[in-house]
């Protein structure tokens, strides 16, 4: 799941970004309004966390923008990250469409939880907390561990990625430019074979038979079997 992380803080947006990544997330940063605009113009980001105070305009207009404007990506979900603390401006966050506020200072626990439930909001799965299950597959997304039919699978963190992001989106076609977009970083190159290199490995460890089906020349296709 690809993350914007902006905040103009770059120490904070440094560390979040790191400790985002550690959690197995794609995080991007953008430190100024400017550049997350720039960003959200060229790609659709699972969530979006939205510092207010930026230091070229104010993060609260951006999220009502990516909510009426087309050229913007809106992303599936978007979280307020602010020292605003009064509840005026938190109810102008939340009408101006984010789906939820946390207030610095946070302890880092406390986001990836939120961030985690923000990302199964609405997701068609059968899990509760912090687990997601789908047919034979479960992963918990606290511990990041994931189980086929009772075996836990030793993915890496790129693997857990990949599946989680399959698993989110069961029976949809994924081209591999969705899964760069969604699963890698900005500073991934698109022209390299990274996505079919982890694609094989990630099947491979899910073993038979085969969840992943490769559709040529359109995509992947996660198929559940009951």
Not at 53 to 78: F, K, N, T, W, Y
Not at 100 to 109: G, I, N, R, S, W
Not at 194 to 221: D, N
Request: net charge negative; hydrophobic share 45%.
């Amino acid at each position: 799941m690809r993350i914007l992380l902006i905040e103009d803080d770059p120490d904070l947006s440094e560390l979040l970004g790191l400790g985002l990544r550690n959690e197995s997330y794609a995080v991007d940063l953008a430190t100024t309004y400017a550049y997350a605009e720039e960003l959200l113009r060229v790609t659709a980001y699972d969530l979006a966390c939205f510092d207010l105070g930026l230091p070229d305009g104010d993060g609260l207009e951006l999220i009502r923008r990516v909510a009426r404007e087309p050229q913007l990506h809106r992303p599936r979900r978007s979280l307020v990250l602010t020292a605003r603390d009064a509840v005026a401006s938190r109810v102008a966050g939340l009408d101006a469409g984010a789906d939820d506020y946390l207030v610095k200072p946070f302890h880092f626990e406390e986001l990836v939880a939120r961030v985690r439930a923000l990302l199964r909001r609405g997701d068609s799965d059968d899990g509760h907390g912090s687990t997601l299950i789908l047919g034979e597959l479960t992963l918990d997304l606290a511990t990041r561990r994931a189980w086929r039919a009772g075996v836990e699978l030793r993915l890496t963190d790129r693997e857990f990625s990949l599946l989680r992001y399959f698993m989110h989106h069961p029976g949809e076609v994924l081209s591999a430019e969705n899964l760069l977009e969604h699963v890698w970083d900005a500073h991934a190159n698109p022209f390299t074979a990274s996505v079919r290199v982890i694609l094989s490995r990630l099947r491979r460890k899910l073993g038979e038979p085969a969840l992943i089906v490769t559709l040529t020349k359109v995509g992947y296709q996660l198929k559940v079997h009951p």
